[in-house]
């Protein structure tokens, strides 16, 4: 089974409100060949939700105690994203997994990049928060993009 960004497939919990569909993910859902999952919702926050970014490193630092994830008005939200990080692995585990399919530049969903803790839209090479969990839980995690490029090229 796949894992796939709820965002991706079409459902609008993005921070504002809205979706980023990739319509072959959101084919996938349909035909029930991947489960959708939001690791914030999870982690306890709705849907609209003040944007996030990670300060001090990346989803890996996170875990490892030495960056934090604040929101733009600089609530540390830390907590939130480690919580569905963690739910997210569990879910992934639940349905055995062979592949998770993540949005790309999320502080939870990243897998190649992320934005860099500015909130200027620049991005550095990192995974979010829960790419880096379920990497180092030995799980196959790629963005979109990849998915694509992999899958239908
Ligand atoms: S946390 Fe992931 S699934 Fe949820 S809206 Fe952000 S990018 Fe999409």
């Not at 079409?10 to 991947?34: E, M, S």
């Not at 979010?128 to 694509?148: C, M, P, Y």
Request: aromatic share 6%; charged share 25%.
């Amino acid at each position: 089974m796949i894992l796939v960004s709820s965002c991706l497939a079409g459902l609008q919990v993005r921070y504002n409100g809205t979706h980023c569909l990739n319509k072959k993910i959101h084919d996938l859902a349909a035909q029930n060949k991947a489960i959708t999952i939001c690791p914030e919702l999870l982690g306890g926050f709705s849907t609209p939700r003040e944007p996030a970014e990670i300060e001090g490193g990346d989803g890996e630092d996170v875990l490892d105690g030495k960056a934090k994830v604040v929101g733009k008005s600089g609530r540390d939200v830390t907590e939130l994203y480690i919580k569905g990080a963690y739910a997210t692995l569990e879910k992934a585990k639940e349905i055995n997994a062979t592949l998770v399919v993540l949005k790309e530049n999320s502080p939870s969903c990243g897998s190649t990049t992320i934005y860099n803790g500015e909130f200027k839209g620049e991005k550095i090479v990192g995974n979010g928060v829960t790419s880096a969990l379920l990497k180092r839980n030995g799980l196959k995690v790629i963005s979109e993009e990849q998915f694509v490029k992999e899958l239908f090229s």
